[in-house]
């Protein structure tokens, strides 16, 4: 994929001050951070790149360890009269533009110690692909142990990855590390928002988004704003503005007509505080939206206000942000404005059984807390969709054997169907599983099987069929409605367009826009 990037700020990152680390339990994006791994007595993880100098040994003992048994030994090298060592980890994390990190590591021994991030663009021939950001200060070591900490923002859009890098100076510099960390940090208090979080619009068109931001729950009326515009092709416009002293900043995101198909990413930094807002804008040809607008105002949802709770499988909780839930949730906002509420509570691998551990809050429930506080507020509608884990059959029975045997799948969605009467006034709303592209889903099992890896076959339209039989008979017992999806998806004129191509299973952007349409449709109906 071609990358064009039309920005404006370069290589600028920005040195912070005082950021607040997320939550304790911040992820740490380093591996092997406490030195605790090794491999023929080398830290896993962690090396002398070939053009540096150093050396590099696990050191073990009570003296050599800020926490567990080991730490890092890191020792300066003189070549040409200058005598440094330098150890580094390359670290992906999955968003860098325009947030916030933190690296630290704690240190002890001899001689200075300094921490540098190298930030990688995409290599280029004939171009520099990386920049290093230095502590501004080495540290002189002692004996005790401190920690050694550096921050920064990249404003780079086209960093896609850090090497961790930690530097002993000077003759006789030798350091010993341990726990070290990256981790992304968040300001204190400030909030950005983002309305509305995904917007369709046809090519051509605008997006109409509201930014504001909030400190501690008071409207911030000032700051600098940096937007980040990344398209579906890869192409990364940047866009400067400023918070409106009203409090609220409209944006215009503006989509030529020849703009390609598919779903932009819209990034916000409020500047003084490192605050950054996501949103998303799925763009599509005149016509899909026309369908989408015609849908929409047939819509009667009662009563108002509404909340729609979404269970589902990872076909409801991927792609969040600009998935089917998202995509009805624009066009049912546009309607009736804040009157409509939704929670997503889908969660990837689900299968009815598990659906059901959750509901019953038992302590070993994969993800429970994914349904905490479920039915607060109260939701007026209830929509499933699951099936395709439910329905997919093991290598080790010949393919035969579902992952959730029949009868169980009805007891189970039954008593799930059943709690959710006792415990809401919702209506119900029970999807078929959807189709699938077969084919895509025998070959990635033939490829397991030739590697002789244990496996599932997903998608199997026999079982497909006989799942949803007993889908609808649920349904109708419980006096829920059912939505057909399977036979739409299935006998769709370009259905492989629908389903990802690598596994033929998981909704495409056009697929979740297929959805949604069928449930505008199914609420229009009523
Ligand atoms: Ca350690």
Not at 305 to 325: C, E, I, K, M
Not at 404 to 409: A, N, Q, S, Y
Request: net charge neutral.
């Amino acid at each position: 994929m071609k990358r064009v990037v039309r920005c404006s700020w370069g290589l600028i990152w920005l040195a912070l001050g005082t950021s607040l680390v997320l939550g304790d339990e911040a992820k740490n994006f380093l591996r092997n951070p406490g030195f605790e791994q090794r491999d023929a007595g080398q830290a896993v993880g962690w090396q002398v790149a070939g053009s540096w100098q150093g050396s590099l040994e696990t050191a073990t003992g009570e003296d050599a360890a800020h926490g567990g048994k080991h730490g890092l030994r890191l020792s300066a090298v003189t070549k040409n009269g200058k005598a440094w060592g330098r150890v580094f980890q390359s670290v992906r994390p999955p968003g860098i533009t325009a947030r916030r990190f933190r690296f630290s590591v704690w240190a002890k021994g001899h001689g200075e110690c300094l921490l540098g991030l190298i930030q990688y663009r995409p290599a280029q021939p004939g171009k520099i692909h990386y920049s290093y950001a230095w502590q501004e200060k080495a540290t002189p070591l002692t004996d005790t142990w401190q920690e050694l900490s550096q921050e920064l923002q990249v404003l780079d859009p086209q960093v896609q990855s850090f090497g961790a890098v930690v530097e002993v100076r000077g003759d006789g510099g030798r350091a010993i590390l341990d726990d070290a960390a990256l981790v992304q940090v968040e300001p204190a208090g400030v909030a950005l928002r983002i309305t509305p979080p995904l917007a369709m619009v046809a090519q051509g068109n605008e997006a109409r988004l509201e930014i504001s931001a909030e400190n501690q729950g008071q409207r911030l009326s000032r700051g600098a704003l940096k937007f980040f515009l990344n398209g579906p092709d890869g192409t990364v416009t940047c866009h400067d503005s400023s918070l409106e002293t009203a409090g609220t900043t409209g944006y215009q995101w503006p989509f030529a007509a020849i703009a390609p198909t598919g779903i932009y990413r819209l990034i916000a930094l409020h500047v003084e505080s490192g605050a950054v807002a996501e949103a998303y804008a799925d763009i599509a040809e005149k016509g899909v939206i026309d369908a989408f607008e015609e849908a929409a105002a047939k819509v009667n949802i009662e009563p108002l206000p509404a909340h729609l709770l979404f269970l589902g499988d990872s076909l409801t909780d991927f792609q969040r942000g600009y998935n089917y839930v998202d995509k009805l949730a624009f066009w049912l906002r546009r309607r009736f404005g804040d009157n409509v509420t939704f929670r997503n509570a889908g969660v990837g691998g689900d299968f009815i059984s598990r659906v059901l551990e959750r509901l019953n809050r038992e302590p070993h429930a994969h993800r429970l807390s994914m349904y905490d506080d479920l039915f607060e507020p109260p939701p007026t509608h209830v929509f499933f969709f699951l099936g395709h884990n439910d329905s997919k059959v093991s290598s080790s029975s010949n393919y035969a054997a579902q992952a959730v045997l029949p009868d169980k799948f009805e007891a189970d969605y039954g008593t799930v169907l059943e709690k959710i009467r006792a415990e809401t006034k919702a209506k119900i709303i029970v999807l078929s599983a959807s189709s699938s592209v077969f084919e895509i889903c025998r070959a990635n099992a033939d490829k397991a099987r030739a590697a002789d890896r244990p496996h599932s076959l997903f998608g199997k339209p026999e079982e497909l069929e006989r799942y949803n039989v007993l889908t609808k008979r649920v349904a109708d017992r419980a006096g829920a409605a059912y939505l057909d999806v399977y036979e739409p998806t299935r006998t769709h004129p370009d259905k492989r367009s629908l389903f990802d191509p690598n596994d033929g299973v998981h909704l495409t952007n056009a697929g979740n826009r297929f959805i949604a349409l069928q449930i505008l449709d199914y609420l229009g109906g009523q």
